[in-house]
């Protein structure tokens, strides 16, 4: 919001509801919306057994998610953004027109039935499982076994493998990248403070919702060294609701890095 304008009106009609009316189309310039990481509410409920969304890759809210991401054209309304495809059921739909619900007229508001689901692929063959949870674990199985995978978040993919030698390397030759540092995924900051020292600045930064990489000094210089060579290592927390669920069947960093060629445009599609 970038700006608020309040006008009084004079009227003794007594009103029963609020809506917001259908958007109006006009040229001009605006600010597109920034994609925004997964909110505490959200991660309360990605984390709640009782919760319809358990467990749902896509979760998301009026205060997070994609938004810059998935619009395809201007303003941003369900239709125009990569949702339009996605028919709310009524529970969704219930949320999205309640002005006391956390999610009302949020464009990607979804869950299990009515919302994206997950897919694994394999070239062009699908090897996704009978859930998404299933899908995952199918993914971390790929992963453990050394195999490298591409997950896609939000805005582009991520390359993901162990951090051990020989699947770095793989990696490095998959990408053209010899020599350059990669990043490493961790699971939350007590697993960062196992393989660096973490400074309060350091912490804020990991911890915000930009969820950038940071780079932080390793306590052993020799550790992760096919992923690093320096002193340092690049780390990032998990970003999006899928690669919380990734790190509930795995524990330990994982490599994490783009998989868009380099001087190539950015892959968005499988």
Known sequence: ????????????????????????????????PADIF?????????????????????????????????????PYDRPLTSMHEFTMCSLCKTEYTNPLDRRYHAQTVACKDCGPKL??????????GSSDVETIKK?????????????KGVGGFH??????????????????????PFAI????LDMVETIAYVSPKEKELLCSPQ??????????????KKVSELDTIGVMLPCTALHYLVFDFIDVPLLMTSCNIPGEPVSITE
Request: proline letters at 2%; charged letters at 35%.
């Open 38 to 74: 997964m909110c505490d509410d959200c991660l309360r409920e990605l984390q709640d057994k009782n919760n319809r969304r358990h467990n749902y890759y896509f979760i998301t809210c009026t205060n997070c998610g994609p938004r810059f991401s998935m619009i395809g054209d201007y």
């Open 211 to 224: 969820r950038p990489i940071v780079a932080i000094k390793k306590k052993q210089r020799d550790d992760f």
């Open 185 to 188: 995924m961790a699971k939350d």
């Open 139 to 151: 993914a971390v199985d790929l992963i453990r076994s050394k195999q490298s995978i591409a997950i």
């Open 159 to 180: 390359i993901c493998s162990l951090c051990d030698d020989d699947s770095v390397e793989r990696v490095r030759k998959m990408l053209n990248r010899p020599h350059k």
């Open 1 to 32: 919001i970038s700006n608020c304008t309040v006008e009084k009106i004079t009227s003794k009609k007594q009103f029963s509801d609020f809506s917001i009316l259908k958007s109006t189309y006009s040229k001009g310039e605006t600010e597109l």
């Open 119 to 128: 897919k694994l692929l394999d070239g062009k063959e699908d090897i996704s």
